[in-house]
């Protein structure tokens, strides 16, 4: 059983992968919550419309994870993630933009381009990490 868990460790793809997944995961979810925060305090939004922003965000991961998996299908998974990693980065910069310096016209619309970017984002990275996973383990 032991064998089982130690023997993937052994492998330097693999334990490259994990740093990327352990890191990615780390910032991700470190970051997520202050995005609410900023929603709700800065932006004066109620915890309503910040719920309809977060289901944009899942109903577009779930849309595009069969997009990217034929994509990575076609292609590669490092290719899937050699975009969808800068398209996140793409979608937190936008932050910067909803309030300039205060909130505008354009903050709403702009959030909801944002949700959609990070949704599709974040099918395109777990999708490629899993496959990527699922090919270097052994029982596959």
Same mark, same amino acid.
């Given at each position: 059983?032991?064998q089982?868990?130690? /023997?993937?460790?052994?492998?330097? &793809?693999?334990? %490259?992968?994990l =740093?990327?997944? *352990?890191?990615? &995961?780390? @910032?991700v979810?470190?970051?997520?919550?202050?995005?609410?925060i #900023?929603?709700?305090?800065?932006?004066e939004?109620?915890?309503?419309?910040?719920?309809?922003?977060?289901?944009?965000? /899942?109903i577009?991961?779930? #849309?595009?994870?069969?997009?990217?998996?034929?994509?990575?299908?076609? #292609?590669? &998974?490092?290719?899937?993630?050699?975009?969808?990693c800068?398209?996140f980065? =793409?979608?937190?910069?936008g932050?910067?933009?909803? %309030?300039?310096?205060?909130?505008?016209?354009?903050?709403?619309?702009l959030?909801?381009?944002i /949700?959609?970017? %990070?949704?599709? @984002?974040? *099918?395109? =990275? &777990?999708? @490629?990490?899993?496959?990527?996973?699922?090919?270097?383990?052994s029982?596959?």
């Amino acid at each position: 059983m032991t064998q089982l868990v130690i /023997q993937p460790v052994k492998d330097l &793809n693999f334990r %490259t992968l994990l =740093v990327f997944i *352990a890191l990615w &995961n780390f @910032a991700v979810n470190m970051a997520g919550p202050f995005f609410i925060i #900023y929603m709700m305090k800065r932006l004066e939004l109620s915890l309503s419309f910040i719920s309809i922003l977060t289901v944009t965000s /899942q109903i577009t991961t779930l #849309y595009f994870l069969r997009i990217w998996g034929k994509l990575a299908d076609r #292609y590669s &998974n490092k290719s899937v993630l050699g975009v969808s990693c800068p398209l996140f980065l =793409v979608a937190v910069i936008g932050w910067t933009f909803t %309030t300039m310096p205060e909130k505008h016209l354009l903050t709403v619309p702009l959030l909801f381009l944002i /949700q959609i970017i %990070t949704g599709m @984002a974040l *099918a395109g =990275v &777990n999708i @490629a990490s899993v496959n990527i996973a699922l090919k270097l383990s052994s029982l596959v």
